[in-house]
């Protein structure tokens, strides 16, 4: 309408944007390994780390400071340990580690893996009743029951997961999201079924290690 004045408009006022550099600040993801104590008491790999099991601990345990690495390990498995080593070097251990039971009550695992495990299962006991059956036959020497109980052994246990250490390593990796450091042949076969990167001991030393570090 004449006569009136009209109402300012509203301008906006552009805002000058920040640089990405000043909003955001990413921050370096540690890296999570999960063990167990093939690590340190299998001859092979703990002689990587140390002239023996007290020493190789401490060893690892320096190269895990100076990468900053986080690391885990099952209650159960710590407890396995405590019989190869000393209290010192538990103690120093415990003081770098998480040391907890896997969530085995709501963790959740593939069925299929389940299916396969049961079903290699059946066929090593299969062939542990064979190797029995063949042992029959022959005289009970010291030498033939020495060779029986190594083919049963490697038959039934060999390359699977035999016992709760070994499950508990693989079901905490997958629930931390963690890699698994071990020497074990059974738990690296499921941990690859289940999609968890395993690390061997040479790998581990090589990445984060320089050459004149390998051995302190």
Same mark, same amino acid.
């Given at each position: 309408?004449?006569?009136?004045?009209? %109402? $300012?408009?509203?301008?906006?006022?552009?805002?000058?944007?920040? +640089?990405?550099? =000043?909003?955001? #600040?990413? &921050?370096?993801?540690? +890296?999570?390994?999960?063990?167990?104590? #093939?690590?340190?008491?299998?001859?092979?790999?703990?002689?990587? !780390?140390?002239?023996?099991?007290?020493?190789? &601990?401490?060893? !690892?345990?320096?190269? &895990?400071?100076?990468?900053?690495?986080?690391? /885990?390990?099952?209650?159960?498995?710590?407890?396995?340990? #405590?019989?190869?080593?000393?209290?010192?070097?538990?103690?120093? !251990?415990?003081?770098?580690?998480?040391?907890? %039971? +896997?969530?085995?009550?709501?963790?959740?695992? +593939?069925?299929?893996?389940?299916?396969?495990?049961?079903?290699?299962?059946?066929?090593?006991?299969?062939? *542990?009743?064979?190797?029995?059956?063949?042992?029959?036959?022959?005289? $009970?020497? $010291?030498?033939?029951?020495?060779?029986?109980?190594?083919? /049963?052994?490697?038959?039934?246990?060999? *390359?699977?997961?035999? #016992?709760?250490?070994?499950?508990?390593?693989?079901?905490?990796?997958?629930? &931390? *999201?963690? %890699?698994?450091?071990?020497?074990? =042949? *059974?738990?690296?076969?499921?941990? =690859?079924?289940?999609?968890?990167?395993?690390?061997?001991?040479?790998?581990?030393?090589?990445?984060?290690?320089? $050459?004149?570090? =390998?051995?302190?």
């Amino acid at each position: 309408m004449e006569g009136q004045e009209r %109402a $300012p408009r509203k301008t906006q006022k552009m805002q000058k944007l920040k +640089p990405y550099e =000043e909003k955001t #600040s990413l &921050v370096p993801v540690r +890296p999570r390994l999960v063990l167990d104590t #093939s690590l340190f008491v299998n001859p092979e790999t703990q002689s990587r !780390f140390g002239a023996d099991v007290n020493q190789a &601990v401490r060893n !690892f345990l320096d190269i &895990v400071r100076r990468n900053k690495i986080e690391i /885990y390990m099952p209650i159960s498995v710590f407890r396995e340990l #405590s019989h190869f080593t000393s209290k010192e070097a538990l103690v120093l !251990f415990r003081q770098e580690a998480i040391v907890r %039971a +896997p969530d085995i009550y709501n963790l959740h695992v +593939p069925a299929a893996i389940l299916h396969i495990f049961i079903r290699e299962l059946r066929e090593r006991i299969n062939k *542990g009743l064979r190797i029995a059956e063949e042992a029959i036959y022959r005289e $009970p020497t $010291p030498e033939n029951l020495r060779r029986l109980r190594q083919q /049963y052994r490697e038959a039934l246990r060999s *390359g699977i997961v035999d #016992s709760v250490e070994d499950l508990d390593v693989v079901l905490l990796a997958k629930e &931390v *999201g963690g %890699a698994i450091l071990s020497a074990d =042949e *059974g738990i690296a076969k499921m941990a =690859e079924a289940l999609g968890i990167e395993v690390y061997s001991a040479d790998y581990f030393i090589n990445r984060y290690t320089k $050459p004149d570090e =390998e051995q302190v």
